[in-house]
């Protein structure tokens, strides 16, 4: 009877979930997880806490909360990159703390890697952001029957002239933007090669996908002309 409700117990355990206040943040952990580590500190505190209250009472912990969510990560993956403001010795401390123990895959990432994927998502907001202005310009001079949209290099609106963009991956974001909110479509005109204006010829969806198929129906006509007369 005794080792049925020990069974009955334990099944109850692994399904069940352990509340924790860390420093003044709140954590719900799975039992199981815990239980992985039934010889650290965190696995005999909870341990004792199912013993002693209710599975819904909270245990309180006085360490550091922000902390306390990357011991959880390395705990559940085996490994764990640290953000460059976390130093390693700090989270050591904290893992030797609850007498998790270390087994490797402690990376951190640095600094400078932290900048240049910082600078990266600054220069793709830029890029968005001058996208979209001149999607919006190109709108409006369209519907003043302007095909050819002219926009000023040093236009102050922009955060930096369209020349300092790469050319594919600026058209691909601002054909977004025109066929999402304005049903247009934009090519770079060769008169940009000759001028400091950045030159558009701007149509609608439509004619783009009927100019696309004529050119597709002519070079295969061509084809097949050439294969008839050819010896």
């Known amino acids: 009877m005794a080792q049925y409700a020990q069974m009955n117990e334990d099944s109850v355990r692994i399904g069940s979930t352990v509340k924790l206040n860390v420093g003044g943040k709140q954590f719900e952990v799975s039992y199981s997880l815990i239980n992985e580590y039934p010889e650290s500190m965190l696995g005999r505190l909870v341990s004792d806490t199912w013993h002693k209250a209710d599975a819904e009472s909270t245990v309180f912990i006085d360490r550091d909360g922000d902390i306390f969510g990357h011991i959880l990560n390395y705990i559940r993956y085996g490994s764990i990159e640290l953000p460059s403001n976390l130093p390693t010795s700090m989270f050591q401390r904290e893992l030797d703390y609850y007498q998790f123990g270390s087994n490797g895959g402690i990376k951190q990432v640095s600094s400078i890697d932290t900048m240049k994927e910082l600078r990266k998502n600054v220069e793709e907001a830029e890029l968005h952001h001058d996208m979209f202005v001149i999607a919006v310009d190109c709108y409006h001079q369209y519907m003043m029957e302007k095909k050819e949209v002219s926009i000023a290099a040093d236009d102050s609106r922009l955060k930096h002239t369209p020349f300092h963009y790469n050319l594919r991956s600026a058209m691909k974001v601002l054909n977004y933007y025109l066929s999402r909110y304005y049903g247009l479509t ?22 783009a996908e009927d100019n696309a198929k004529y050119t597709l129906h002519k070079n295969t006509s061509q084809c097949g002309l050439l294969a008839l007369i050819s010896p």
């Open 186 to 207: 934009a090519s770079p005109s060769r008169d940009s090669l000759f001028i400091d204006d950045f030159i558009l010829d701007v149509r609608e969806e439509r004619d």
